[in-house]
């Protein structure tokens, strides 16, 4: 399949996901069951939809490469995900009584959906696809942003832009390190992993069972810990790439898929 038609290919795949991802109906439906029964709906079919779309128009698929000892060294990344215990603990945040159960099963689902569509379009598909083009440490950068920039379509199910525009910051670490984990390990199920944890911990489970504080220390404390994982990634990138990993896009690349 020639350039154009790949990158058209993505680009259709990466509008069919907004599409699935807006939310702006919510408003208008009352019940609750029903609107998020909705959208888990929608994200379920562009699941499926994906899946049977990848191969047949030529487009990279998920990779599962054996894990090596060395990558190890990728499991700090992990206390991202848990940035927000953290918050509680300095801040000796209250909890919320009464704890929502429904709310937090209802999460544990819908992240499932949510991290599976986003690592299957932004790293299985957009990341690798800038790994043939362009250096590493550009394609790791250029699809974080992308993949930070998409959540603004969350604008249609909030209030106000601030905390869109939070979402978007965030979610470019998120790509990051997502990033970095799969060019490291060629292993589609770690990046799933962490950013499911991301999910589940930081955006459901702890909010829900914690009233965390929406001050300046919040944020600081969060900034803190993504600026150490940035410095610790960074460090990580040049020594696997001292190791011979930048191959990643030049050898072998199209029988890795399993």
Known sequence: MNNNKTLSSIVLLIILYLLSTTNFFIQFISNEL???LLMLTLRLIFIIFAIFYIKPNGLP???FQKLH???LL???LILVAFSNLFVV???HSPLNEPINGIAIWQGTIFD???VFAEELV???VLLVYLLKKYKPLVAIIVSSIIFGFVHLVNISSLASIFPVLVQCIYSVGIGLVCGLIYYVSKNFALPLFFHYCFNFFNGNLIPTVYKLPQTPLFYIINGVIALVAIAYGSGLFVYFNKKGE???ATKNMDIRYL
């Open 61 to 63: 698929q998920p990779f």
């Open 246 to 248: 930048n191959d990643y």
């Open 122 to 124: 932004f790293r299985a």
């Open 89 to 91: 603990l300095i801040t």
């Open 34 to 36: 029903v609107g998020y």
């Open 112 to 114: 499932l959906f949510v």
């Open 74 to 76: 990728l499991l700090p």
């Open 69 to 71: 000892v060395s990558e």
